[in-house]
Nanobody, 122 residues
Framework: HVQLVESGGGSVQPGGSLTLSCAAS????????LGWFRQVAGKKREGVAA???RGGGKVYADSVKGRFTFSQGYNLQMNGLNPEDTAMYYC?????????????????????WGQGTQVTVS
């Protein structure tokens, strides 16, 4: 049973940085995709970044490339924040079949979700 808890959100000024953490339990040594997503009220959930826990490539949405990066495991280092990055941020996982080495950024593929952490840039 996978449990995910996000932390590290907060309020920052444009240009600032935050590091989001995802405490994940129940993953063990299984092949898992772990993704970060964000959602603004009234809008669709958007994939931000994803990695494969067994060493596959990391992927980033075009909107965050060069600014966001995975650091220290599942943490998401966010630099150069702008007001468009304001959202609730979630981490999520699903068990990846052997055919997947590059994890998707599609929310519907993910089955376990944390409760989210709010990021506000203003």
């Amino acid at each position: 049973h996978v449990q995910l808890v996000e932390s590290g959100g907060g309020s920052v000024q444009p240009g600032g940085s935050l590091t989001l953490s995802c405490a994940a339990s129940g993953i063990g040594y299984s092949r898992t995709c772990l993704g970060w997503f964000r959602q603004v009220a009234g809008k669709k959930r958007e994939g931000v970044a994803a990695l494969h826990t067994r060493g596959g490539g990391k992927v980033y949405a075009d909107s965050v490339k060069g600014r966001f990066t995975f650091s220290q495991g599942y943490n998401l280092q966010m630099n150069g924040l702008n007001p468009e990055d304001t959202a609730m941020y979630y981490c999520a996982t699903f068990s990846a079949p052997l055919s997947i080495t590059r994890c998707p950024l599609t929310p519907d593929d993910y089955v376990a979700w944390g409760q989210g952490t709010q990021v506000t840039v203003s």
